[in-house]
């Protein structure tokens, strides 16, 4: 059964970092593209940004782009979100999915992704 693991949520200060991480399980890892959303309260799922089973594709929309690094460790089967300059309005339950391939311009809709998180909440304090 697959299995993705979030972790390293919590509370930070406006213009502080967080990691996130996400280990996979019982999934050929590096087939995988991989991808961060994150919903607020009362707000719609929100696409973070999603990386290539190889790491060489990535892509973040504008909201988060040159404050937000994704990454990947296809040794550990392991997704990183690195967030800086973080914002109150960053808060929000992030979760990582995957999905086999790389699909590039539509990896924004959730609805293309096989396998979810749980997720992890991250509050950004003013």
């Known amino acids: 059964q697959v299995q993705l693991v979030e972790s390293g949520g919590g509370l930070a200060q406006s213009g502080g970092s967080l990691r996130l991480s996400c280990a996979a399980s019982?999934?050929?890892?590096?087939?995988?593209?991989m991808a961060w959303f994150r919903q607020a309260p009362g707000k719609e799922r929100e696409f973070v940004g999603t990386?290539?089973?190889?790491?060489?594709?990535?892509y973040y929309p504008n909201s988060v782009k040159g404050r937000f690094t994704i990454s990947r460790d296809n040794t550990k089967n392991t997704v990183y979100l690195q967030m800086n300059s973080l914002k109150p309005e960053d808060t929000a339950v992030y979760s990582c999915?995957?999905?086999?391939?790389?699909?590039?311009?539509?990896?924004?809709?959730?609805?293309?992704?096989?396998?979810w998180g749980q997720g992890t909440q991250v509050t950004v304090s003013s």
């Open positions: 019982e999934l050929t890892f590096s087939s995988y593209a």
């Open positions: 999915a995957a999905r086999r391939g790389w699909i590039g311009s539509l990896s924004g809709d959730y609805g293309k992704y096989d396998y």
């Open positions: 990386i290539s089973g190889s790491g060489g594709n990535i």
